[in-house]
């Protein structure tokens, strides 16, 4: 593995790991609610009386801050390396964990870590471990 030292940013990379912990704690502090997209796109899904403003309002804030940032500077350009059938499967996959992880890896490995949960420890090493073993699979067994 190499890093590309002249697209490496660290200070962008730091600063908007301290913008989503602010955005996280005081989404907690001002609601009391977890941060976790899992959570908050499965309570859209199957809505409560009186909770769907500010989850709609969560999610439309995810969609429109590229648009946003659209406005001020280019959008990085994604590059995939996968066609449509191997992401509708990741998809599913990591909906599924999700659903038996009781969370996912905003929810967890930033909310919950922040929180000092046992329960997020676990799960966010579980997270890491199956990347790690995915990578590994793909680059070094599947690759010929």
Do not use: K
Not at 70 to 94: F, K, M, N
Not at 107 to 112: A, L, Q, Y
Request: hydrophobic share 55%; proline share 5%.
């Amino acid at each position: 593995m190499t890093i590309d030292w002249t697209h490496f940013t660290p200070w962008t990379a730091l600063a908007g790991g301290a913008l989503i912990g602010l955005a996280a704690a005081l989404f907690l502090l001002l609601n009391g609610r977890i941060a976790g997209i899992s959570g908050v796109l499965g309570g859209l899904l199957r809505p409560a009386r009186g909770d769907i403003a500010w989850r709609a309002a969560f999610v439309l804030g995810l969609v429109a801050a590229p648009l946003a940032y659209r406005l001020v500077g280019p959008l990085p350009v994604p590059q995939i390396d996968a066609d449509y059938a191997a992401l509708t499967v990741a998809g599913l996959l990591v909906g599924v964990g999700t659903r038996y992880g009781a969370g996912c890896t905003s929810g967890h490995g930033v909310c919950g870590l922040a929180r000092l949960s046992p329960r997020s420890l676990v799960a966010t090493a579980g997270f890491m471990a199956a990347g790690f073993a995915t990578v590994f699979v793909i680059r070094h067994l599947l690759q010929t």
